[in-house]
């Protein structure tokens, strides 16, 4: 094959996500070869390259003519499911790819599998990426923000194409080298994490408005939409509000409405969750919004428990939606958005102390502000306050939590008032909000200088001489607690 004939990348995986990956880099003026183990998913990417614009795309049908098709040293992207189907796609073409030749896997993979796989390709003399990509079928069409680790050299023998295909803003491409081994996924796992709290607070700002407020479909989209030009602008609001607008064609009303109360979900949000706690992390919004997905899988349960829990009285004991007064729509919608914009905050905390905490561990030296800077454009928790967190972290690379950076802290002292009202009110409603709930109870406990732990130790000593520390004196000490209680109930009964 003539050597101008060759691909300057190849993707191998076309279902939608790597038919749109293909497609923009081939749209960026980069020759690529695809491949799929089903023939057809080729012809139909290749036909989608036409239609599109002609572009540079050409398809093959095997293992050996497509790795041989891309021009050495060879950069090929893998976009199948994560586990087995990696490791076997890896099989398929690396026995045809030379030492220096680089495997990218763009799939949503546990980072221990892509560190034995970075290892396993060094032992062949190949190069290794994981590489997070986010921003949906969408995104990976017209810009993903792209989390690259592994190999600086593989990342450096793609860095041109992967500038022109991610997504951009004002300060460069969504993308940068996140870090060694399975940095790039690891990351990519944390940003689903933060995605699902997002996605929590979000439901529970709807639920808010709509049982306590008693909004429309028609005001929550125009609420939402007055939201998104304003401190909580972001593509989550922005899809929110296009959701409520949207109308069933089965019958009356808007779809959002006939859309059963369970919520799906991948994985990644649990392993944040495990890597949370393995961390000794703090991670409660992120955690409950996990939990909410395993109690909204309920279904049967849940609505056999309304029917329970009514017969034996609740509406009672509970003041219900309309909390037997007016309420002040007005007051609450304002409300109800500071409290989202103050929770949001102590969840993108938490995830990246969560990054911080595994960079420490791994030595991966993390960059949280560039993080940031990459996520703000192309992926699903893009954000304007993003832009706010990168200079927090620039100012501060040390920065212990976001909380206490000095714009946040401000910000956050002067949202607490409205946020608690939100909260009070939907405890008084009966209504569930996990999400801000644990936020709040978050930024309690970090600002507190003195918490309720003094006792909690003093019980694991009492039961298990676990030992204690003083406030007043260096060292660890233990207390004979049974026997000194016993003693002065002794002499308490003696006085008696």
Not at 230 to 239: D, M, Q
Not at 314 to 332: M, T
Not at 475 to 485: L, Q, R, V
Request: overall charge negative.
């Amino acid at each position: 094959m003539e050597a101008a004939a060759l691909s300057r990348i190849g993707l191998a995986g076309l279902a939608v996500m790597g038919q749109n990956l293909a497609l923009n880099i081939a749209e960026k003026g980069f020759p690529i070869s695809v491949y799929n183990r089903t023939a057809s998913k080729v012809d139909e990417t290749v036909g989608r390259a036409s239609v599109e614009g002609g572009l540079p795309l050409t398809g093959h049908h095997s293992p050996r003519d497509f790795v041989l098709s891309i021009s050495r040293p060879r950069s090929i992207i893998i976009l199948v499911k994560a586990g087995a189907p990696v490791d076997q796609t890896v099989a398929a073409l690396s026995q045809f790819m030379d030492p220096g030749d680089s495997i990218i896997d763009g799939g949503n993979e546990w980072y221990e599998n892509t560190e034995r796989r970075l290892r396993e390709a060094s032992a062949r003399g190949l190069l290794y990426l994981g590489m997070g990509v986010s921003g949906g079928e969408d995104g990976a069409r017209h810009g993903p923000s792209l989390m690259p680790g592994g190999h600086l050299k593989a990342y450096h023998n793609v860095q041109d194409v992967l500038a022109r295909v991610a997504a951009q803003v004002d300060d460069g491409p969504c993308v940068t080298f996140v870090g060694e081994g399975g940095a790039g996924n690891f990351v990519k796992m944390v940003h689903n994490g933060i995605e699902y709290g997002d996605m929590q607070l979000i439901s529970e700002a709807y639920d808010v408005l709509r049982t306590v407020g008693g909004l429309s479909n028609g005001e929550l989209a125009e609420i939402f939409a007055d939201w998104n030009d304003g401190e909580l602008e972001s593509f989550l609001i922005e899809i929110t509000a296009d959701i409520f607008r949207v109308p069933d064609e089965h019958g009356e009303g808007e779809l959002v409405d006939k859309i059963l109360d369970k919520t799906g979900m991948k994985g990644t949000g649990k392993w944040t969750v495990q890597q949370a706690a393995e961390l000794s992390v703090a991670a409660p919004t992120i955690a409950a919004s996990l939990d909410s997905r395993y109690l909204s899988g309920l279904k049967e349960e849940r609505e056999a428990a309304a029917r329970v829990l009514d017969q034996a009285g609740i509406g009672s004991e509970v003041s219900g939606p309309s909390l037997g007064r007016s309420i002040n729509k007005k007051r609450l919608i304002d409300d109800v958005r500071q409290a989202l914009y103050a929770s949001k905050i102590c969840s993108y905390a938490q995830g990246m102390n969560l990054l911080r905490a595994k960079s420490e561990e791994k030595g991966w030296n993390l960059n949280l502000g560039e993080l940031a800077r990459i996520w703000k454009g192309g992926c699903i928790i893009r954000a304007r306050f993003l832009d706010r967190i990168k200079k927090a972290y620039e100012r501060n690379r040390g920065l212990a939590n976001l909380i206490v950076d000095p714009e946040f802290a401000r910000e956050m002292v002067q949202r607490q008032g409205a946020w608690r009202r939100v909260v009070g009110l939907a405890i008084e409603a009966g209504i569930s909000t996990p999400g801000m709930c644990s936020s709040l109870a978050y930024f309690d406990t970090y600002r507190r200088a003195r918490l309720p732990a003094n006792l909690v130790q003093a019980q694991r000593d009492y039961f298990g001489a676990h030992t204690y520390e003083r406030i007043d004196h260096p060292g660890s000490f233990h207390t004979e607690w049974s026997k000194i209680a016993g003693q002065s109930k002794a002499g308490a009964g003696a006085f008696n």
